[in-house]
């Protein structure tokens, strides 16, 4: 048993609205729909991608 800790201490953060990690075959990078990849809506950031204006999202697939 050896599990390693690298889960999300310095690798990269998901937001709520990534259904997958970055590399991960099966999903890709896309454009926020909720703020219209702006980052945040009004003057607060956006939830759903987190202010990045990105989200990671799946695609096609089985
Ligand atoms: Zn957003």
Redesign the pocket.
């Known amino acids: 048993m050896n599990k390693s800790s690298q889960t999300e201490s310095d690798t990269t953060k998901l937001n709520p ?1 990534d259904q997958g990690e970055p590399g991960t075959p099966g999903v890709g990078e896309n454009v ?1 729909p ?2 219209k ?3 945040r ?1 009004g003057v607060t950031s ?1 939830p ?2 987190g ?3 990105k ?1 990671i999202e799946g695609i096609g697939g089985a």
Do not use: D, F
């Open positions: 609205g926020c909720e703020c990849g702006k980052g809506i956006c759903t991608c202010g990045t204006g989200i």
